[in-house]
Every structure is written in C-alpha cells, then in structure tokens.
C-alpha cells in the first residue's frame, strides 16, 4: 500500500519546501497537464528536473498531455522513477511503455473516467501500474467518483489472471472518506492532493490514509 501525495495543491512558490513536507510518503504525484489534453496548465519538464534532484521520495509523474509518444521518454530521462501516460493520447502504448522502462522509469498507463479497461488488458505484460482516474482528469479537489469502482475491480482482476506485478493507482478524490473503498476494489497506490496538502498537519494526513488501508476491512468502525 503506498501513498502518493499530489503536488497540484501544494504551494507552487514553494514546492522545495511542500515536498520535504511529503517526506514520509511514498511517492511525489508530479501532475504535468499541457492545457491540451486537459483544460488546464501546471509544469513541464524543466520543473520536474528541478524537482527530482529536491525530493526526499521517488517522483510519480502522471502525465495528461497530448502526443506522450514524443514527450514521455524525457520525463523518464530526467528521473521521475514512475511516468504515467494516458492511452487515450498514446498512438503507440505499448512502444511507449516499453521506451520507459528501457530509460530506467516505471511505466505506468492512465484511463479516463469515461475510457474502459478491456481493450487494453493486454497491455499489462509491458506495464508496471494502471491508473484509474476516479475524477475527469484536470483539476484537483473535485468529488471521487465511486462510479470508476468496477473498474478499479476489473483492473486488479486483470493483474491477477496475468500474475505479473503491476501496481493499481487510484487517483482524484481520495480521501479519510474515500481511501477504504478504494483499497478494498483492489488500489495499491492512492494519489491524494487536497486531502494530503489541505490538512493542517500533511504528515499526519499521510499517516492517516495510509492507517486507513493498512488493514483494509480489518478494523472496527465506530
Ligand atoms: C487531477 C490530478 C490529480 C489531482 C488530485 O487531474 O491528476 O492528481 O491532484 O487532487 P485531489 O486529490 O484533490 O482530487
Ligand atoms: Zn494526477
């Protein structure tokens, strides 16, 4: 089970000092968004570099930008040890996962609320992580879609046919709230921005999701 705090609501004058805030996670989330593939820009490649040689844990770059087959591998180049693409603007997921790996990253792929699993189920081989958007990729803090739950499901009964290694990521909307459910459809790593960088002590926002999924089901609720 690993937690990894999202960047987008940190404080972006500050980022050095909100990523040494995250030192106890397991990852940076790094959203790269390029106001094409999503509505909204945040940071590119320069940043990340920056970013990467300050980070007290590995950078998990999710990236929602057009035409990954192009820009992904420099993600990869500069360090981020998990990159994740979105199939929706890959031509090529599979060449492109393969290029990641091959540049020392983990590769991960992304689908969008509204994209389903299947088609892509024989990706898996060539993929250390899927990602399941569980909010309409753009923005932090909006509403988890409990909708996306069967295909958190589906992914990690995919993994297991496959018996391979590959990580499940939840990530828009998880929160003290939301985490368990997650966890218990078969999430592995759970992205959180607002509810991690908007609590008043960050730390203790992360020790308290990752208590939470610790031992999913096993506890007693009040
Ligand atoms: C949204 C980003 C998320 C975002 C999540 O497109 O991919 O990583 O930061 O923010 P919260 O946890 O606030 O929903
Ligand atoms: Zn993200």
């Known amino acids: 089970m690993q937690i990894s705090p999202s960047i987008l609501s940190a404080d972006f004058a500050n980022l050095e000092a909100d990523l040494l805030a995250i030192r106890s996670a397991d990852w940076a989330h790094v959203d790269v968004m390029d106001n094409h593939f999503v509505p909204n820009l945040t940071l ?4 990340v570099e920056a970013l990467v040689k300050v980070s007290p844990v590995p950078v998990d770059c999710h990236l929602m930008i057009d035409d990954p087959d192009r820009w992904a591998p420099g993600y990869a180049e500069a360090g981020a ?3 994740t693409f979105h199939v929706e603007a890959a031509a090529d997921p599979r060449g492109l996962a393969r290029t990641l790996r091959a ?3 983990r590769a991960g792929l992304a689908v969008k609320p509204g994209t389903p699993w299947a088609p892509y189920e024989d990706l898996l081989p060539d993929l ?3 990602l ?3 909010v309409e990729p753009g923005f932090g803090g909006q509403s988890f879609m409990a909708d996306q739950l069967p295909k958190v499901r ?3 009964e995919s993994v297991r046919r496959f018996g391979g290694e590959v990580w499940v990521q939840v990530d828009g909307g998880v929160s003290a ?5 997650c966890a218990e459809a078969g999430a592995d790593v759970f992205v959180a921005g607002s509810a991690v960088y908007g609590a008043d002590d960050v730390g203790e926002a992360i020790a308290e999701l990752r208590a939470l999924v610790k031992d999913p089901g096993g506890h007693t609720h009040s």
């Open 177 to 181: 709230q939301t985490i368990e459910q």
């Open 154 to 156: 589906a992914v990690r």
């Open 103 to 105: 540049a020392g990253a």
């Open 128 to 130: 250390d992580m899927v």
């Open 132 to 134: 399941v958007m569980t």
């Open 81 to 83: 040890q998990l990159v």
């Open 44 to 47: 590119g490649l320069p940043v």
